[in-house]
């Protein structure tokens, strides 16, 4: 009983033309031509047809392992350190550290094989793509920046849920700002944009969501647009007396490089905190500044022009009077004025009649201090009177506003969602 031989489809092909040139109905040359082989070859295997009939034109490595196959036991030897340290890691954060951590170095593709094989990782299925406009960078470092709050769970339980405030430059890739806060708000930003402009200078533009921090937003027919809004938020008349513009994008794939950043950071920044321990806020605004030069190297590009278009601080630009929030008062007769469910008694050698109704300026500033001004100069006031007031927090605050209260009150609280299913009819 003769055995069944398994072939290619090109080995099948040489057997049919070595049948006939054996049998001399064709000639070497015209062998040649038909298989895309040269003559030398032809010989080769016309000897090894000859000798082994079709069995000896199978490839002689067919079910034996390739030169540069890995051994089985350093596969077992880089699953193992996988299993051990990188089990929720992608293949190729895996592969980065198996590099600079063990000294293995091997492909992406090779570590997404094993991985895929033992099970810790399965391969995704190609997404329907969305075509997008295409918008090019900007050409030079500085020109525009995007910023954004990323909120989530960094700590992996090891701390509450927090936000990520991302400042990413749109020419180069490059991160130019991280820094932990607990939620998107106006003095967060502040405090962030402070510590970049010291340390970068002004952007010309900050490319930002419609989030109230950046914008007023008003509501006609449902609908919100940059045409409805009636004035600045504090944040945007900060950044108009630092002479920075503010571009509001329509939608998260408009800013799209930020956005996609914070999916990275969300995945490699967890990671990398986790391997080093990291757990709070404070430790991990410690660390954002070697990571953002780690990502740098890896991620960021060229930009098209060497010019950076970052401006210095002018002596004129006094950050902790631009950076604060302002609001305008009008003093009673008796030179008080509310402020946040406070009455504020003002202090002033000057007779009282002299500034009844004055407009003055109440600053808050990052760290919630409060000064109140008159034509430019300080006045000293104490505090009369403090209401207790309900607390009105939007969606962005609700879960450190319910923090905040449970730890204040010693009781765990639980936010249930409604549910709006059917009832179950019989």
């Not at 405090?191 to 008003?218: C, I, M, Q």
């Not at 329509?250 to 999916?263: C, F, I, L, M």
Request: with cysteine.
């Amino acid at each position: 009983m003769k055995g069944i031989i398994s072939m290619s489809e090109q080995e099948v092909d040489r057997v049919g033309v070595m049948q006939r040139l054996a049998a001399k109905e064709i000639k070497q040359r015209h062998a040649a031509g038909l298989l895309h082989i040269s003559i030398r070859q032809v010989k080769r295997l016309l000897k090894a047809y000859k000798a082994h009939g079709a069995k000896g034109l199978i490839h002689k490595g067919r079910g034996k392992a390739g030169n540069r196959a890995l051994p089985q036991k350093e596969k077992n030897r880089m699953l193992d350190i996988i299993k051990t340290n990188y089990a929720d890691f992608g293949p190729t954060l895996a592969c980065e550290k198996l590099a600079e951590v063990h000294c293995m170095h091997r492909a992406d593709e090779t570590v997404r094989k094993l991985m895929i094989d033992a099970g810790l990782w399965i391969a995704k299925e190609r997404k329907i793509v969305r075509l997008h406009q295409l918008r090019e960078r900007r050409d030079c470092l500085g020109e525009m920046v995007q910023a954004d709050g990323s909120p989530h769970d960094w700590f992996e339980g090891r701390s509450p849920s927090c936000t990520l405030l991302v400042f990413i430059d749109d020419a180069t890739g490059k991160l130019l700002h991280l820094e932990f806060v607990q939620s998107e708000s106006t003095h967060a930003y502040f405090a962030a944009v402070g510590y970049y402009l010291k340390k970068h200078g002004r952007p010309v533009v900050f490319y930002v969501d419609k989030h109230g921090v950046f914008r007023v937003n008003t509501t006609k027919g449902k609908t919100a647009d940059t045409s409805d809004s009636n004035g600045l938020t504090q944040f945007g008349r900060a950044m108009t007396e630092l002479a920075i513009g503010c571009i509001f994008a329509d939608s998260a794939e408009a800013k799209g490089r930020v956005e996609r950043v914070n999916q990275t950071l969300q995945d490699r920044l967890v990671k990398e905190m986790r391997l080093r321990g990291i757990s709070t806020m404070e430790q991990g605004n410690s660390y954002v500044e070697e990571f953002m030069k780690q990502f740098n190297r890896k991620f960021a590009v060229i930009a098209k022009s060497p010019v950076n278009m970052h401006r210095p601080l002018l002596p004129t630009h006094n950050l902790n009077e631009i950076l604060c929030e302002k609001h305008t008062r009008i003093l009673s007769k008796q030179l008080s004025l509310s402020f946040e469910n406070k009455i504020y008694q003002i202090q002033t050698d000057r007779p009282a009649y002299a500034m009844r109704h004055a407009p003055v300026m109440v600053q808050k500033d990052t760290a919630g201090s409060i000064c109140i001004t008159y034509k430019g100069k300080s006045l000293s006031y104490t505090i009369v009177k403090e209401q207790p007031r309900a607390e009105i927090v939007d969606s962005k605050h609700l879960n450190v506003a319910v923090d905040r209260l449970s730890a204040r009150i010693g009781i765990p609280i639980l936010i249930a969602e409604k549910s709006y299913d059917r009832p179950a009819v019989n």
